[in-house]
């Protein structure tokens, strides 16, 4: 079973940081672009952060200079570094990629989500 596994959320308060983690598992013979993205209470699934497995990047304009998003391409890991927390950046945040198998195969996968809470 191939799936993305999440964790690292939790509670902060405004200013502080977390680091959240997403491992892909299972029969997998290579990953493509991994994501974040996050969902507000009434709102909307937004992206966050991706890199491609190269490592190229971009972010969304309310995250940019704060976050950071990272890989670990031998773990199947993405990371994402949150620095300078706000409440409006409280938010469930899910990991998405693109996987092959190792039967060729081409999946789509998203994580469970994680829980994020700015207050104070």
């Known amino acids: 079973q191939v799936q993305l596994v999440e964790s690292g959320g939790g509670l902060v308060q405004p200013g502080g940081s977390l680091r959240l983690s997403c491992a892909a598992s299972?029969?997998?013979?290579?990953?493509?672009?991994m994501g974040w993205y996050r969902q507000a209470p009434g709102k909307q699934r937004a992206l966050v952060a991706r890199?491609?497995?190269?490592?190229?990047?971009n972010y969304a304009d309310s995250v940019k200079g704060r976050f950071t998003i990272s890989r670990d391409n031998a773990k199947n890991t993405v990371y994402l570094q949150m620095n300078s927390l706000k409440v409006e950046d409280s938010a469930v945040y899910y990991c998405?990629?693109?996987?092959?198998?190792?039967?060729?195969?081409?999946?789509?996968?998203w994580g469970q989500g994680t829980l994020v809470t700015v207050s104070s």
């Open positions: 890199i491609t497995s190269g490592g190229s990047t």
């Open positions: 998405s990629t693109r996987v092959e198998t190792t039967t060729y195969r081409y999946l789509a996968l």
């Open positions: 299972g029969s997998i013979f290579s990953v493509d672009i």
